[in-house]
């Protein structure tokens, strides 16, 4: 089995960070799956097997974006400029770059120093299942 | 910058560190009702209203052969704290001070999170809210007045529960002084009360201020929905030369979507 994921020793790495490499690892993998279903379905001629792959295809759709959308909420430097590309009309290019000058001046309600998302919450979100 | 205009106070980085983890650590025992009901969101201060998926027949406005219907929502409600620091004492943090004055910090922490469990336990009924405990159609039981007579209490409560269709796990959720008299008890034999209770249950005992009373619940999900709109967070209201005036806030509904998956008790 692999540990792939870590750059830095395991052992030294807190708990959130290891299940921060885990997830990045997961994104990883399903945008590549969904890279190759793209060619496969780009060169088979067969519908049944089209069908097949393109449900496939669409499973991995689904993973990828639930990968990313835990890796935003726990990052909120990340989330506060993918917040200002994603789902924007216009340029993409022009998104980023003012997504990224915002999150640098703290915008968002995202303050430096502060380990909240980048809502400007306290990120205490559901406590159902922790200890008292 | 959004509404809470944080990048407005004058407030180091440090200051809002220490705000922002003392808040979250005074936030965390007392916020009961999250430990117990299905968490959606948050959405975002603009989210103004739950979608309660039900209809009102409503007048057209003109014409024949048309019928017109109205969507139901539940709009949110918000709750605020508002509490004030002395700009000297963030000073003093600044400084590197490791005992800075935060009760007012404390003391807006507690009643928000005091409010949040009152609206979700025993309802709102202004803001449109039905609470666990008053939506549900069992009758109350009783605690007893002896916590010996608690395991058969809750056992009753959980079979009521039962036997409407509704599975577990269960939790118990405890006003402050039933749960002090819990855990302070141990049965005869020397078994504690609160090991007992947690094995009839199988769930959590949920130390839960604002709750008066018990009441036992399904965690199984699907039953109890609370909606965060703005989670709890801290926001700048104004400052003088004295203090630095704060709030602790948030958005949010809550809606009671399967009543017989709770039971109350009552002391």
Redesign the interface.
Known sequence: MGFDQYHEPPEELPAETRTFARLSASLEEEAQAIGWYQQRLAVEPDAEARAIMEDAQGEEFKHFSMDLEFLLRRTPRWRAIAKGVLFQDGDIVEHGEAAEAASEE????D??????PG?????????????? | MNHLLRGHAPLSDSNWKLLDEEARERLHGPLAARRLVDFSGPHGWEHSATNLGRVDKVTPPNGKGVTALRRQVLPLVELRADFAISRAELRDDDRGAVDVDLLALDEAARRIALSENVAVFHGWAKAGIGGIAESSPIKAGKLGRNVEDYPRSVARAVDAIRQGGVEGPFALALGPDEYTRVIETAEHGGYPLFDHLAKILDGPIVWSPGLKGAVVLSLRGGDFLFESGQDLAIGYDSHDGESVYLYLEESFSFVVATPEAAAPLKS
């Open positions: 703290g915008g968002d309600g303050v430096e120093g502060s380990a909240g809502d400007g919450s306290l990120g205490i979100g559901s406590l159902k299942g922790e200890n008292q």
